[in-house]
């Protein structure tokens, strides 16, 4: 078997096994169901283990995906994602490690990716804010980026795409926390008076014509960090939705979530963002 066959083989078991998390499916409904030998789900769970996944596994009953898992996954992703919004959930890559994620993002934009196009990091090791601010990315924490198409969203200036894109996170985090972040300035969610989220809009246009080809919207959340270990003049500034790894939910759930309202918000008007986006805004 290839490298890239053994991949998708490996693929395919983990997103039967996130589709069933939290429930015992035997090897050979699972190989049947994903078209594969029960020695090459056998395999798989194998190599899904060494690489941290929890699968727990008990003679005449089979392999489960322990509720706790919370390793990022384009499968994990997917499990969570409504079949009526797939054009958010088609085009997924997810890193270990990145420089940033809008840089990969704005590479892909520039090969003429679809709209929805997601990339998504459990750490960044160059991550910016505004005005080219270091954005601190520590494993613990949601970096995700979202190419957006301007024929696909109903607004295009920077400041109506900030709010919109922090309607979309702020509604995430309300509908399954029931937290109730804020924003401050545009681009910054706050909990508690204490940052937990940045934004960061970047575009691309035509030079001749100066028509806007594409947005990426960059979204750096503290999901589950551990702040004692931040940089001393961040500490007291931030906070993140959970303790370390005493999330109620996992971090596939809430990206999906806000891939979902990203899908959502773009079929309403720019005065209705605006709406919602000022519902949320407090001055800092």
């Known amino acids: 078997m290839s490298d890239r066959d053994n991949k998708k083989t490996i693929d395919k078991v983990l997103s039967f096994l996130e589709s069933n998390k939290g429930q015992y499916v035997s090897g050979a409904d699972m190989a049947e169901s994903i078209g594969i030998s029960r020695n090459a789900v056998w395999k798989a769970i194998n190599e899904l283990r060494s690489r941290g996944y929890d699968i727990e596994s008990i003679t005449n009953k089979g392999y489960m995906l322990s509720e706790d898992n919370d390793i990022i996954s384009a499968e ?37 990716v679809c709209h929805g196009t997601c990339i998504i990091a459990a750490r960044q090791d160059s991550g910016r804010g505004r005005r080219d601010h270091q954005f601190y990315s520590p494993e613990g924490g949601i970096y995700m980026s979202v190419v957006l198409l301007p024929d696909k969203i109903p607004f295009s200036k920077n400041d109506a795409v900030t709010a919109f894109i922090g309607v979309a996170v702020c509604k995430a985090i309300e509908s399954l926390t029931g937290l109730k972040p804020v924003i401050m300035g545009i681009n910054d969610l ?8 940045g934004i960061l809009i970047e575009s691309g246009s035509e030079f001749d014509s100066g028509i806007l080809q594409w947005i990426v919207a960059g979204i750096g959340i503290n999901f589950d960090s551990d702040i004692k270990k931040f ?54």
């Open 231 to 284: 940089p001393r003049e961040l500490k007291g500034n931030v906070t993140s939705l959970y303790p370390p790894g005493r999330g109620d939910m996992s971090k596939n759930r809430l990206i999906a979530k806000i891939l979902e309202n990203i899908d959502v918000l773009a079929k309403n008007s720019e005065k209705d963002i605006k709406k919602e986006f000022m519902k949320r805004r407090v001055e800092k």
């Open 76 to 112: 994990g992703i997917r499990s969570f994602i409504g079949p009526e919004y797939g054009c958010m959930a088609e085009h997924l890559f997810v890193y270990d490690s990145v420089d940033s994620t809008n840089n990969k993002a704005k590479e892909a934009a520039l090969k003429g």
């Open 190 to 197: 706050y909990l508690d008076g204490k940052k937990i989220c």
